[in-house]
């Protein structure tokens, strides 16, 4: 720590580099090629190098890909599944029970958020907004819900719980891991985003909905006619010209798929009387045989942390192995229920060709993003980047955070507070997970220096950075989707937010810091 650290010219273009980059985000502008433009001059810096300095635009993507295709391949194998479930309608029928529990409307509220946050758990939001807007919305509303209610409920168990942690698929505790360094666990992140989710959502929705209590009126069909009535089409279509890439353009795409739901089972039963009778019956298994075999895995996940012995304990990219393997198993047997043998074959194809091009338009553009943070780590990833031997490429943004060491505050709450804020800067651009390379670079290089925990910091910049971006604070980000499917203006939307989410993140860094600094 105390060892004299050398700031060269290409420390100071890195940095410069990252400034840039936070700058376009505060724009709300992609970052995509500053990022690409930041890496081209810090590798033309070091190596005083035209050639190598254009290989390592190729070579930052390379590398990034290489270290992030399993959160690729899970989210693939996840989305074919969910298409295989739609040929089934069993995504509609695992929701569709509970809309006889939404009695009143303080009961909608928490359901509403219950089936959300499972749901977007092992989907993410992006079909979970457009599912739960169509099956149990109507039925929240009729029970009294107020439309502005149901998408604060949304949105903060899906695009901010859920989606925070992203516990299940890992693409947001993988992403943060491999930037903080190898010594830092993908697993050991998602188990501390989950607490802190969990927490920043509690205290969110606890506040939310004591803020909109006496809004809530008793059930009636008017209230559906009259929220029926309102137009959602705007809101809609202005996510056509938001231009990020997180889930927001995905998610509109994702909503005809739920036409008439309520209307499944007849016509299940009426179109093709003998075919799909039999159809129907395999609707409904795989509308249970899903869910359980989720649960399984989680508990495969979870039940050795908790001293249960038997089961072994999943290290590295196990949980997401075992995560993409039981989607594959669970969309072959879907697919071979719904299409037959034969052409089970050419179904399951497309389903998984259709889950890769899901997944490299709602994250490919990290990948670049992501390999210039990685130039700035140091080892075998710098110097992949750089085309270097593996002792010469320099941890740049290591170095800067040693070197202003004297500057740095080693009160662990400011510290812990500091990044929670870079994170949810990085999430002004509407994207979730584009500032999670920025936040675990950041956690690796100051947990060392200040004494704190990086898993720790790891997760709290994922908080800051997936609770802004992801869906819950920012009015251009996939948030426009809740506020659309829900008919109600996404500013009202994020006003309403606001207070909840803020103080909600504010509990869990607090937390953060006192349990396990």
């Known amino acids: 720590m105390g060892q004299q650290v050398t700031i060269t010219a290409a420390h100071w273009v890195y940095l410069a580099g990252v400034m840039a980059v936070v700058l376009t985000m505060v724009l709300r502008a992609n970052v995509v090629v500053p990022s690409i433009v930041a890496t081209f001059a810090v590798a033309l810096v070091w190596t005083h190098s035209p050639v190598s300095a254009l290989g390592s635009i190729f070579n930052a993507s390379f590398v990034a890909a290489k270290e992030l295709f399993n959160i690729f391949l899970v989210i693939a194998l996840i989305t074919s599944l969910l298409n295989a479930l739609k040929s089934l309608r069993s995504d509609v029928l695992m929701v569709q029970p509970f809309r006889a529990v939404m009695t009143n409307g303080h009961i909608a509220f928490f359901v509403l958020s219950a089936v959300t946050y499972v749901i977007s758990l092992f989907f993410w939001p992006t079909p979970a907004v457009p599912l739960v807007s169509a099956v149990l919305l109507p039925a929240a509303i009729v029970a009294g819900l107020p439309p502005l209610a149901s998408a604060m409920a949304i949105a903060i168990a899906g695009q901010g719980m859920a989606l925070s942690s992203d516990y299940v698929i890992g693409v947001a505790p993988g992403i943060s891991a491999k930037a903080a360094g190898a010594a830092v666990s993908a697993a050991a992140v998602a188990d501390r985003a989950l607490s802190l989710s969990l927490i920043t959502g509690g205290v969110a929705l606890v506040i939310a909905y004591f803020s909109i209590r006496k809004l809530i009126q008793p059930a009636s069909e008017l209230l559906l006619v009259r929220w029926q009535k309102q137009s959602s089409t705007g809101e809609l279509d202005r996510m056509e010209a938001v231009g990020t890439f997180d889930k927001a353009e995905i998610a509109r795409s994702t909503g005809g798929s739920y036409e008439e739901p ?210 819950t604070l920012i009015a251009w980000s996939s948030l426009i989707a809740v506020a659309g499917f829900a008919r109600v203006s996404v500013l009202d939307t994020v006003r309403a937010l606001l207070l909840p989410v803020l103080t909600g993140l504010f509990v869990s860094t607090i937390c953060a810091v006192l349990f396990w600094s």
């Open 262 to 471: 309520l209307a499944v089972d007849a016509a299940i039963r009426t179109e093709r009387p003998l075919s799909d009778k039999r159809r129907a019956g395999w609707s409904k298994l795989f509308a249970i045989l899903t869910p359980l075999g989720f649960a399984a895995v989680i508990a495969v996940m979870v039940l050795p942390k908790l001293g249960v012995r038997g089961l072994p304990e999943l290290k590295g990219g196990d949980a997401a192995a075992l995560v993409g393997g039981m989607g594959a198993a669970l969309m072959i047997l879907a697919t071979l229920a719904a299409e037959g043998a034969r052409k089970s074959l050419d179904v399951c194809a497309d389903h998984i060709t259709d889950g890769f091009v899901f997944a490299f338009k709602a994250m490919g553009s990290v990948l670049p993003i992501a390999g210039f943070f990685f130039m700035g780590a140091g080892g075998d990833l710098a110097a992949g980047v750089l085309n270097v031997p593996v002792g010469e490429a320099p941890p740049l943004l290591f170095n800067l955070i040693q070197t202003a060491e004297a500057w740095i505050p080693h009160n662990h709450v400011l510290v812990a507070f500091g990044v929670l804020v870079v994170g949810m800067i990085t999430g002004v651009d509407g994207s979730g997970f584009a500032g999670l390379p920025l936040t675990g670079s950041l956690a690796g290089a100051l947990g060392p220096t200040v004494g704190l925990d990086v898993t720790t910091l790891c997760a709290v910049g994922q908080m800051g950075a997936v609770w802004t971006g992801g869906g």
